[in-house]
C-alpha cells in the first residue's frame, strides 16, 4: 500500500470541534504543569485511563514537583505505584525525577521539565511518543503523537492495512490544529479510546466518519498481528514465622518486579515444603506460571509495609499469608 495521505483543514476542524464537546474529563488536562502532564502520560503508558486517574492523584499529591520525588526514597513512589503494574516505569520515573532536579551545571534541568524533544528524549522512560504529548500538551509543540490508537485512526481513515510508523507520524502531523497541536493530539487519542476502537468501534458517533475508507470492513484495519505469548514457569516458597508473617525479600533491578517486595521465586529449594496450588499471572506477551510451596522461618516481614506486585500478593493469599 501506499503512503498515507494527508488531511484537508475540515477534517481537521470536524475532529477538534467534537473534542471540544466531547472530550473526556481528565484531572490531568485541568493543569498547565509540564510535571503533571508527564506524570500522566507515564501512568498511562501500561495503566487503563479509569484506574490511572486514581494513581495519577496519589502519585501527584505527594510528589507535587520532581524536586520532591527525587528527594524521596523510589520504595516510597513503589509502594503508590501498587497495582499499576510494569514498575520498571516507576524505577525509571523516579530516575527522571532525579536527574531532571540536579542542576545545569550538572546536566539537570534545576527541577523543570524541559520542553524540547531532543531533551525529552534523554530522559529515563521517556520514548517517542511520551515525548511528542508532552512536548505538544505542556509547550505547544506542534508535533504529532503515535501510538497504537493514532495508528488504527490512520489505518481505518485511509484504507490502509499496514501503514508504517513513518507514514503514521506524517498523517499524525498533519491533523495538528496551528495553536493547538496538545488538543490535536488529546482529540486524536479520545477518537481512538472512545469511538474508532479496536473491536465494536462506534462508527456512527465518529465525528470524521464520511472520509474513512475503512468503515465498510474496521476490523480489518489495521491487518491483526498474532502474538503468541512466552510462558514463564517459577516456583515460589512462602515461608511463614510463627505470627504468620511471611519471609519477603526485595527483588533486584534486573529481576522481574524489581524493587518490589515478594516471596523467593529463583534458586529455591522446595524440600520439605507443602504445595499449594498454582497461579497463572497474565502479563502483555508472557504468561507467569508459578507454583506456590508452603513452609516455615523463624522471622517474617508484615506484608502491608513494604511495596509488593499484585503478582506477589496473589501468591501470599493462595498460602494464606495475606
Not at 524541559?114 to 530522559?123: A, C, M, Y
Not at 516456583?235 to 515478594?262: N, Q
Request: glycine share 8%; proline share 7%; with cysteine.
Amino acid at each position: 500500500m501506499g503512503s498515507l495521505k494527508m488531511i484537508e483543514h475540515p477534517l481537521r476542524k470536524s475532529l477538534i470541534d467534537w473534542y471540544d464537546k466531547e472530550k473526556r474529563d481528565l484531572p490531568w488536562r485541568k493543569t498547565n504543569d509540564p510535571w503533571l502532564i508527564l506524570l500522566s502520560e507515564v501512568i498511562l503508558q501500561q495503566t487503563q485511563v479509569s484506574r490511572g486517574i486514581e494513581y495519577w492523584k496519589k502519585i501527584s499529591n505527594r510528589f507535587p514537583t520532581p524536586k520532591a520525588l527525587s528527594a524521596a526514597d523510589q520504595e516510597e513512589l513503589l509502594t503508590l505505584w501498587q497495582g499499576a503494574g510494569y514498575y520498571a516505569r516507576a524505577r525509571r520515573l523516579h530516575a527522571l525525577a532525579v536527574q531532571v532536579s540536579k542542576p545545569f551545571n550538572e546536566g539537570g534541568f534545576d527541577g523543570s521539565i524541559p520542553d524540547s524533544i531532543e531533551q525529552l528524549l534523554q530522559l529515563p522512560g521517556i520514548g517517542a511518543y511520551t515525548a511528542a504529548a508532552v512536548a505538544s500538551i505542556a509547550f505547544n509543540r506542534p508535533v504529532g503523537v503515535v501510538d497504537g490508537n493514532v495508528r488504527r485512526v490512520a489505518a481505518r481513515q485511509t484504507g490502509n492495512p499496514n501503514p508504517a510508523q513513518d507514514s503514521v507520524r506524517t498523517w499524525s502531523n498533519s491533523m495538528l490544529i496551528p495553536g493547538r497541536p496538545g488538543d490535536s493530539n488529546q482529540a486524536m487519542m479520545d477518537l481512538g479510546a472512545v469511538i474508532c476502537k479496536p473491536k465494536a468501534p462506534k462508527c456512527e458517533l465518529c465525528p470524521i466518519i464520511n472520509t474513512c475508507e475503512g468503515k465498510a470492513d474496521p476490523s480489518a484495519y489495521p491487518a491483526p498481528v498474532k502474538r503468541k505469548k512466552s510462558i514463564e514457569n517459577f516456583d515460589a516458597a512462602v515461608l511463614l514465622d510463627s505470627v504468620g508473617w511471611p519471609r519477603l525479600i526485595k527483588r533486584e533491578k534486573t529481576e522481574r518486579f524489581g524493587g518490589m517486595w515478594g516471596p523467593p521465586m529463583s534458586n529455591i529449594s522446595t524440600d520439605g515444603l507443602i504445595s499449594v496450588g498454582q497461579i497463572v499471572h497474565q502479563l502483555t506477551h508472557r504468561e507467569l506460571r508459578v507454583e506456590v510451596w508452603k513452609g516455615q522461618c523463624s522471622k517474617g516481614v508484615d506484608p502491608s509495609s513494604v511495596p509488593m506486585s499484585n503478582l506477589d500478593r496473589k501468591i501470599l493469599e493462595i498460602a494464606g499469608a495475606m
